[in-house]
């Protein structure tokens, strides 16, 4: 594995334990937050199974490219940084809606146009709402990050 995909791969883990952080900031009113947060997760299981599948394959090939675009073309590494793991986001919302998409709005025999609206641009919405920002700035990092290990290897 190269440097590139690597660092991506810490980033994506860094990434999910501040969503993590931030279900536990948004349920602050409740008594036992972790409590819900497990219930949360094992309620779609299969869902955050599949996100979490998506966001570590895409990291593996957004990553290379990352590197590639970083270290051979020489583009700016903050924005290919930034965009990189933002592609890597929409790709687990995607992998996690379509398993409800699937599940919930096609086999239940709900109206398609209705679970399309329900299980892939709610989820887009508010998961981009409220990841826009930790994303940006941590695909920054990574930008930065693969720039600096360019270097230390030409």
Known sequence: MNKPVKYTYITVLINLLIAMLLFFSMSGGTINPIKEFFDFIIYFYLNFTAAIVALFVSSYYVGQKMGKLICEKKWNSILVGMIGVMVILICGVFGG???????????????????????????????????????????????????KTCSKTI
Do not use: C, Q
């Open 97 to 147: 809606a379509t398993v409800g998409f699937l599940e919930e709005g096609i086999m239940r025999g709900h109206n398609v146009s209705d679970s399309i609206v329900d299980y892939y641009f709610k989820p887009l919405f508010w998961i981009l709402i409220f990841g826009f920002i930790p994303t940006f700035i941590s695909g920054a990092f990574l930008g930065d990050k693969i720039k």
